[in-house]
């Protein structure tokens, strides 16, 4: 299908999903989609080669959405990934609004509509996000998570502070305008690894534009032990995910134009960091030392906080270490 050169639908709203065995709960994000107070919505759901029922708990939903005068379509192919998922679904895109909720999450009523109506008071705006809130995914009831900050709401530039843990990248709080986002990706593919889509989407849209803060839980993200996203994985596999995040950051680098010597060699730091604390956790004391000195050569470190950043790995064998890691991370790294 092309669609590339075909306007985009003024006041439509295109929801691309994708959905990896998700029989269970995908009815609450379809219901929830249903229940939106803006008129129009079109839904692309894109199944990413699931074995169980999903396929048929979306069919079962399909003549709710047409009698609701909400688009409907379901994109099928084989298993891979999400981000591989996303790009199956965006050659679909007719809306003038673009947003990508995860499959077992939800929308308020009136989340769809609340952005759509800041976007179209203030033109000068290609993107705007809402603030969410998290629930147990078994039993509905509001949870906690403390792995995600929420930052300093009042910032509109947020590319640095997205790409470095400084604030949300939750996938439903985001909406784009879709024209300038295909203006990125005209060949409508996004990136595709194992991590996730959320860096590809947001980062080369957050490069160029200002992204305002609705101070509203207008997104509610299911917390679930088993999910894909905290499942423990094998070193073999943390290792891969890390190699992955670099491969992909430097191809956003790419598609962003970075050509300053700054902004590289913030990304480098970016990555190093990275490099260092997973080569710390598996004991690879001299690729820990690379990536420190790596950091020092980009500007990442003090001459202090990188002899203390060293003597903490010189001591990282003993029991005070698996003690105290904790705690250090704790007050040095995860403020």
């Known amino acids: 299908m092309d669609q590339q050169k075909a306007p985009f639908c003024e006041g439509l709203v295109s929801i691309v999903t994708p959905v990896y065995n998700g029989e269970e709960h995908l009815p609450g994000m379809l219901d929830s989609v249903l229940a939106q107070s803006w008129p ?27 009698a609701r005068g909400y688009g409907f379509r379901i994109v099928k192919g084989p298993h891979k990934n999400a981000s591989a998922a996303i790009s199956r679904g965006l050659p679909y895109v007719a809306g003038e609004f673009l947003i990508w909720p995860d499959s077992d999450d939800v929308l308020a009523p009136e989340s769809v509509e609340k952005r759509v109506r800041f976007l179209r008071e203030r033109p000068g705006y290609q993107c705007v996000r809402s603030l969410s809130w998290y629930f147990d995914g078994e039993t509905g009831a509001r949870a906690e998570r403390a792995d995600e900050r929420r930052g300093d709401l009042s910032r509109e530039e947020l590319f640095w502070d997205v790409l470095e843990a400084r604030t949300f990248v939750c996938c439903g709080c985001y909406m784009l305008r879709s024209e300038p986002f295909f203006a990125i990706y005209p060949g409508r593919r996004i990136p595709e690894y194992d991590v996730g889509q959320n860096f590809q989407m947001l980062l080369p849209f957050l490069y160029r534009h200002r992204c305002p803060t609705l101070r509203e839980e207008l997104y509610g993200v299911a917390v679930r032990a088993g999910s894909h996203s905290r499942t423990a994985l094998t070193q073999a596999q943390e290792e891969k995910k890390y190699a992955d ?91």
């Open 40 to 66: 129009q919505i079109e839904m692309i759901l894109v199944d990413d080669g699931s074995t169980d029922g999903t396929l048929e708990v979306a069919e079962g939903c399909r003549g709710r959405f047409e």
């Open 245 to 335: 995040y670099e491969r992909l950051v430097d191809e956003i680098a790419g598609i962003c134009g970075m050509d300053s010597q700054e902004e590289l060699d913030r990304v480098t730091r970016w990555k190093a960091g990275r490099r260092y604390h997973i080569s710390l956790k598996y004991r690879r004391w001299g690729e820990a030392f690379r990536a420190l000195a790596q950091m020092r050569r980009c500007g990442g470190f003090k001459t202090g906080q990188a002899l203390q950043e060293l003597a903490w790995a010189f001591c990282s064998s003993t029991w005070v270490w698996r003690k105290l890691y904790p705690l250090y991370r704790r007050f040095f790294h995860d403020k």
